[in-house]
């Protein structure tokens, strides 16, 4: 069966980068979907569906982050995330 994957880079925006609250809201959209999300900053990758590892990146503001889902519904995850980030994760 084909799996549809998905890449893109996002930018970390919000003033206090990826702290608990926002690595939570990344857990909390990545598990509502049936695709596999990972997040690469540099050469470190993460799986996004787990909080202390999104954490490990240390993504403060103006960080790019290589965000890549794979399943069947890949795009769906990643439009979520898009927004997640431009709302800068429901913070302000």
Same mark, same amino acid.
């Given at each position: #069966? $084909?799996? =549809? ?12 980068? +990826?702290?608990? =609250? ?8 990545? =598990?509502? &979907?049936?695709?596999?999300? @990972? ?6 990758? !993460?799986? /996004? ?5 999104? #954490? @490990? ?11 890549? /889902?794979?399943? =069947?519904? /890949?795009?769906? !995850? #990643? ?5 997640? $980030?431009?709302?800068? &994760?429901? +913070?302000?």
């Amino acid at each position: #069966m $084909f799996k =549809r994957s998905v890449t893109q880079t996002i930018e970390v925006t919000n003033s206090t980068g +990826l702290h608990a =609250r926002p690595c939570l809201a990344i857990v909390n959209t990545v =598990r509502r &979907f049936q695709s596999e999300v @990972s997040i690469r900053k540099d050469s470190e990758t !993460v799986d /996004a569906s787990e909080i202390l590892q999104l #954490m @490990s990146l240390g993504a403060a503001q103006g960080t790019k982050l290589v965000v890549t /889902a794979t399943g =069947r519904d /890949a795009q769906k !995850v #990643m439009v979520a995330l898009t927004n997640l $980030f431009a709302d800068h &994760f429901g +913070l302000g």
